[in-house]
């Protein structure tokens, strides 16, 4: 028998009915306390049927914020509407993991605590525009952290862990990915620091493992992921060689046995630049746990990734926004809703919650 997206799987500690996955997907539609309302618990209820869903980013603390109408795990009334969110997920069978994210320099201090400047890895401004109440102002030069400092990222990171667990959350993924900020201590293009946090690559990816190390003491390992996508150049980044410096993050976190690596191959918004050399298939021999993939994946490509073995979940971006039951769709090959690009980022339910399923 084949192995497909309908084989069940155990990851860490779950077994998922299938492997199909909400990938986490950024709607800025909290509410003004940056807290989940009960828009966000239909979204999330609508699409309960993945085999898991990864929560959009979250920020950790107030300093971590990047974008308006994000949700935060820093306070109790977030915490009171993810609550909601786990309820309704858990009412009809599934699992959800919550994305913690930092957006480190990719931020503005408008939106920041006393409009504080970002922080980042090295005062190393990158290019582009934060999107702030006043419209779009380009990038500033971010603060770059001290020792210190990264100490208490670290216990921000924690702190959030606790909060999602206490939120009702069946685990976490850690954004490692897309330019935020534990991507931007990764990568030599964002990171040039001279002390345990830059250089090689061991220090470039010391944070993450801090992290780590912090975020499965609340957790255990067996409900942990981490989220990395290496030739994405979204938010400026790059590094001068990607393959070494992922391959070597992968082999890092072998010894956690966390529930699983997932790598995103999506190569950012922009497909007229040309894409890196990157092998996606060295990079997976160089992890031994449970790999996720995703990035312009289709159900038949999506198939073929498992059924070779090249992945063992797949996560769906852009379908999941457009298809509340992709599981559904997929199981009886009906058509997919096309998702409509102008009602990504905010608004109401238009564009969100209306999409319909086969059943309406
Ligand atoms: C509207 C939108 C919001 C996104 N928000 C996040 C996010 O919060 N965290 C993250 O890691 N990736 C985010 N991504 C990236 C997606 O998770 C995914 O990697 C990307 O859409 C490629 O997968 P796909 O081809 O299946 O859509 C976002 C992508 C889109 C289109």
Redesign the pocket.
Known sequence: MTTDLFTPIQMGRYTLRNRIVM?????CRADANNAPQALNVEYYRQRASAGLIIS??SQISLSAVGYLGTPGIYSDAQVAGWQKVTDAVHQRGGLIFL?L?HCGRVSHPSMLPGQQLPVAPSAICAQGYAHTVTGTQAFVTPHELSIAEIAGVVADFAKAAENALRAGFDGVEI?G??GYLIDQFLRDGSNQRRDEYGGSLENRTRFLLDITTAVIKVWGADRVGV?LSPINPFNDMRDSHPQNLFDHVAQALNPFHLAYLHV?E?AGHDDSQPRPEFSFTQLRAAYRGTYMT????TFDSANTAISTGAADLI?????Y?ANPDLVERFAAGAPLNEPDGST??GGNAAGYTDYPSLKN
């Open positions: 990938a986490p997907l950024t709607r959009e980013g994305q994210w954004h990915a897309n989220r995103t999506w995703n990035g312009g994946y996560a769906f971006g852009t379908l926004i990504y980022y």
